[in-house]
């Protein structure tokens, strides 16, 4: 039985990588906590917040001008930030990697199903931001 809770807490901290564009984490909890535990995690790390772009809202409110019936997400949220210590180090490895700041991690709920998670990188130095946002996302969901 112990085995089980094990493999069953394994499998929820293990990372979804949807389609190859992004990494998502389940998060037990509720939308609200999800979105104070990435809040929190970012500021943690030294950053600030430059945005919090509320996408689901958005959503919601143009789905009709959209000619749409589809409720896409409860709620859904992507926080925006940057790094001047990791963005300088891989811009000066490569300054066409301006393309990729400002960095962000979402939040999204669908039917409760409350998820943290950030879109995937290309090899080389941008693996620094990836591993800043996994260290992020991993904190907020409490690992």
Not at 17 to 33: C, L, N, P, Q, S
Not at 86 to 105: F, L
Not at 117 to 126: A, D, L, N, V
Request: proline share 3%.
């Amino acid at each position: 039985m112990k085995f089980l809770t094990f493999a069953a807490a394994l499998a929820l901290a293990s990372p979804a990588i949807a389609d190859g564009h992004a990494v998502t984490y389940a998060f037990d909890g509720d939308f609200d906590d999800a979105t104070f535990g990435v809040e929190s995690a970012i500021v943690g790390q030294g950053l600030v917040i430059d945005f919090v772009s509320h996408t689901g809202e958005m959503l919601e409110r143009t789905r009709a001008d959209a000619g749409s019936d589809v409720t896409l997400y409860d709620n859904a949220d992507i926080f925006l930030f940057c790094s001047a210590v990791v963005s300088r180090q891989v811009m000066e490895a490569d300054p066409g990697n301006i393309v990729y700041c400002p960095y962000a991690i979402f939040v999204t709920d669908r039917d409760g199903q409350v998820e943290i998670g950030y879109r995937t990188y290309p090899e080389g130095p941008m693996q620094q931001v990836q591993s800043l946002l996994d260290d992020i996302a991993k904190e907020a969901i409490g690992e």
